[in-house]
């Protein structure tokens, strides 16, 4: 996989923490850039830590799905792709502001973000890919993303929040077609 790849699939996988860090974000109040980042780390690194989680539970049944690791990979990032459409469009948009001031949200919310991260590691520990390159990448993608997102809530919300997330579904869904494309016609 490219670096370009790397990058451009880093940024979609972090859609979901950005409309997830919108959405949270107008329940909060006094959201300052120093909350905003803490808040974004956690995001980060549980997101970096998933694909590594994903990457070695691939490994270990990489040996017995070799032929048709592609269309597993493939069907993976699809229904990844289609989910985080489907959230967007007819999602719970409910929120509620005594959650957003608790780590205990933050640290769940996370880790509901990152299990697809989960799922892109196992697709690819199917391909030639650095690991560690792409959870960084990853990390520090959702972490700029929920940033951003935590912070900016009042001026994204009802503009970028679903849109963000369906962007992210349909670079998913483009990145599961490229690896399916790119072995088929190999």
Same mark, same amino acid.
């Given at each position: 996989? #490219?670096?370009? %790849?790397? *990058?451009?699939? %880093?940024?979609?996988?972090?859609?979901?923490?950005? #409309?997830? &860090? !919108?959405?949270?974000?107008?329940?909060? $109040?006094?959201?300052?850039?120093?909350? %905003?980042?803490?808040?974004?780390?956690?995001?980060?690194?549980?997101?970096?830590?998933?694909?590594?989680?994903?990457?070695?539970?691939?490994?270990?049944?990489?040996? /017995?799905?070799?032929?048709?690791?592609?269309?597993?990979?493939?069907?993976?990032?699809?229904?990844?792709?289609?989910?985080?459409?489907?959230? &967007?469009?007819?999602?719970?948009?409910?929120?509620?502001?005594?959650?957003?001031?608790?780590?205990? /949200?933050?640290? !769940?919310?996370?880790?509901?973000?990152? !299990?697809?991260?989960?799922?892109?590691?196992? #697709?690819?520990?199917?391909?030639?890919?650095? *690991? *560690?390159?792409?959870?960084?990448?990853?990390?520090?993608?959702?972490?700029?993303? %929920?940033?951003?997102?935590?912070?900016?809530? $009042? $001026?994204?919300?009802? $503009?970028?929040?679903?849109?963000?997330?369906?962007?992210?579904?349909?670079?998913?869904?483009?990145?599961? #077609?490229? *690896?399916?494309?790119?072995?088929?016609?190999?």
């Amino acid at each position: 996989m #490219s670096l370009i %790849a790397l *990058i451009i699939l %880093a940024f979609g996988m972090s859609m979901d923490a950005f #409309s997830v &860090a !919108i959405a949270k974000g107008t329940a909060a $109040r006094g959201m300052t850039l120093t909350k %905003a980042v803490k808040h974004g780390l956690v995001f980060g690194v549980v997101e970096a830590i998933a694909p590594v989680i994903g990457w070695l539970m691939g490994k270990v049944a990489h040996q /017995w799905m070799e032929s048709v690791d592609h269309w597993i990979g493939f069907v993976l990032l699809m229904i990844l792709g289609i989910r985080c459409i489907y959230e &967007a469009i007819w999602g719970d948009d409910d929120d509620d502001a005594s959650d957003t001031r608790t780590g205990v /949200w933050l640290f !769940i919310t996370a880790i509901a973000t990152s !299990i697809d991260a989960m799922v892109v590691g196992v #697709s690819l520990a199917f391909l030639e890919v650095n *690991i *560690i390159t792409a959870a960084l990448m990853i990390g520090l993608a959702t972490t700029i993303m %929920a940033t951003t997102g935590l912070y900016l809530e $009042r $001026r994204l919300g009802e $503009r970028f929040g679903k849109g963000a997330m369906i962007a992210g579904g349909v670079v998913l869904m483009v990145i599961g #077609s490229s *690896i399916l494309y790119n072995h088929l016609t190999a």
